[in-house]
């Protein structure tokens, strides 16, 4: 276990996609936007990463688990 998987909504399989994208630590994981780790994620390693991943990646980056973000940041995020 990394302190990858102690940042809410990053389990095991989003963990290995972090890893395989370059990012192995919170720091990189937090410089990185949401939109650009999703991104590099469908690019290099999963194209079937789905919107449930994306809403995991933000949640994880602000802390608090994918359902308690807000009706408007899914909303953002489903733009993207």
């Known amino acids: 276990m990394t302190e990858l998987t102690n940042l809410p909504n990053i389990g ?8 395989k994208i370059g990012v192995t630590t919170e720091e990189q994981f937090k410089e990185k936007g949401t939109e650009q780790i999703f ?16 809403y995991g990646i933000e949640g994880a980056r602000k802390g608090k688990p994918m359902q308690a973000l807000t009706k408007e940041e899914k909303e953002k995020l489903k733009q993207f």
């Open 12 to 19: 095991k399989v989003l963990e290995e996609n972090l890893r």
């Open 39 to 54: 991104f590099e994620i469908r690019q290099k390693v999963d194209s079937g990463a789905c919107l449930h991943m994306l």
